[in-house]
């Protein structure tokens, strides 16, 4: 079964207003909004049913270029488990997002653009974020990535300008291409003992980042990284743990 449909029968509390807002679809008996209503206001809460279904998902760009919400969090016994790409693209009126437990990913563009966003509280059961998820989020000054986390797309926090310190979690072993491009502000950087490569710009014009703190060494090795402010160029780590491993590394390049 599937269907369009205005929801009649739900009020939203948004301020001291209710207003009926969402635009969604039914399949296998389960809501996924597609879209929301361009008079959107202050602070939104998902509800966690429409029309006596229950919201499974938040389809893509559903809420994209809602410049008038200030805040996104979803209603308690929400059973959303998939977000849309680009599905809060744009709200650049957005300061605050709570994201439901049951979200597993973070889609590509999911918060791209939205200039005022400060606080995002990302659930611990997220595992992959997708890219620029939160490129141009210029207002976003930390944010807690969860531990389980083992993959990262490329640009996910390009330009956010005001973001000061990250800490990359384990199960990282790649850092993607312009990661952290043109955050000015970054003066804190935690990388985790496993990572293996640097990708291209991923902390170019990171003014404020007075260096990296590279991975302890598990043994003598070489490696090639890209430079954290320079796009064009490249470094060659040497390492090891003792001095005698780091001889051995060197002199593998003879």
Known sequence: ERRQVYFDNLTLSQGTSSTNLFLYTIENNRATITGVLGSATGD?????????????????????????????????????TNL???????????????????TTALPA???????????VSIPTGVT??????????????????PPGL?????????????LATLAIPAGITSIPGQLCYECENLSALT??????????????????????????????SVTMASHPTDPAAKLLVISGRDAQELKRAATALA
């Open 128 to 145: 992959a974020i997708g890219n620029a998820a939160f490129a141009e989020c210029r207002s976003l000054a930390s944010v807690t990535l």
């Open 44 to 80: 939104i809460i998902v509800p966690a049913a429409l029309g006596g279904y229950a919201v499974g998902a938040v389809g893509r760009a559903a809420f994209k270029d809602l410049t008038n919400i200030t805040s996104i969090a979803f209603a308690g016994g929400s059973t959303v």
């Open 191 to 220: 990388l985790p003992a496993g990572v293996t490569n640097i990708g291209y710009a991923a902390f170019f014009n990171c003014r404020a980042l007075a260096g990296l703190s590279l991975p302890a060494a598990s043994g003598p």
């Open 109 to 119: 563009g999911l918060f791209q653009d939205c200039s005022s966003l400060a606080a």
């Open 150 to 162: 083992y993959s990262l797309g490329e640009s996910v926090f390009l330009n956010c300008r005001s």
């Open 84 to 102: 849309g790409p680009a599905a809060f693209q744009g709200c650049t009126a957005l300061a605050v997002a709570a994201l439901p437990s049951g």
